[in-house]
């Protein structure tokens, strides 16, 4: 069954679920625009991308699609005509024959950040404390404690494989620049914004601002909307 009028798709990054956009998406239902999460199993990047297009063929289109951390190499690797615009939140942006782990590990790490290394099944887990100190340092205990209860490990497979030409090249593209991010630091973020040549909004939050400051993530949303579908957006914020 087709959703007609969705006008966002949204994709979690890595230890993230659907409910990490929850606050976005009853954002954007105040504004009159309806929006559904893609979801992605983090087994590889290529059953990622597939599963993004899958939801992507749910919808009549035109949509803007939007990544965070992890997803915005996915979101860079669609092929669907009836993306727009794409809108990266604190997102990793690989060129073409990069990899999410080149640009991800471009630069030291943030002293807070943790230390990642696959368990005994290859999987990559988030360590629980990390949610506090490094994921989503802004966000309530409630919050935190939801994320690191509901998070999905990431598979190696993800960030290890090159993309191809990155459909950022080819359409409008925002960026969320998360200025105290401490999973991908700000310097990190500004390179691969810049290198987009996307629009660029540096504001002073975490990492998760879906969960932490979504009126922000919502108003880039908006401006991405307003530019790729004109007449058919609300003017006010939500």
Not at 99 to 108: H, M, P
Not at 111 to 134: M, Q, T, Y
Not at 158 to 183: F, S
Request: proline share 10%.
């Amino acid at each position: 069954m087709s959703r007609q009028n969705t006008q966002v798709v949204l994709v979690p990054g890595a230890w993230a679920d659907g409910s990490s956009w929850a606050k976005v998406i009853a954002l954007l239902s105040n504004a009159s625009i309806e929006a559904v999460s893609a979801p992605v199993p983090l087994t590889s990047l290529s059953d990622d991308v597939s599963a993004v297009e899958r939801s992507l063929e749910r919808v009549d289109g035109p949509v803007v699609l939007v990544g965070h951390a992890y997803a915005g190499a996915v979101i860079g690797s669609v092929s669907s005509p009836k993306v727009k615009a794409l809108v990266y939140v604190a997102a990793l942006a690989p060129d073409e024959g990069e990899t999410v782990a080149d640009v991800f590990y471009r630069n030291e790490p943030h002293p807070l950040a943790p230390k990642l290394a696959p368990d005994s099944h290859g999987l990559i887990w988030l360590p629980d404390e990390a949610f506090a100190s490094a994921f989503a340092q802004n966000a309530s205990q409630e919050d935190q404690a939801l994320s690191s209860a509901t998070q999905r490990p990431i598979s190696p497979a993800c960030i290890t494989a090159p993309v191809g030409r990155p459909l950022w090249k080819d359409i409008p593209t925002w960026y969320l620049l998360a200025e105290q991010d401490r999973m991908i630091i700000e310097p990190i973020q500004r390179f691969m914004a810049e290198r987009m040549g996307a629009h660029v909004r540096a504001l002073p939050v975490d990492h998760t601002p879906s969960l932490t400051a979504p009126e922000a993530v919502v108003a880039l949303i908006l401006e991405a909307l307003r530019e790729v579908i004109p007449g058919e957006i609300p003017c006010q914020s939500p």
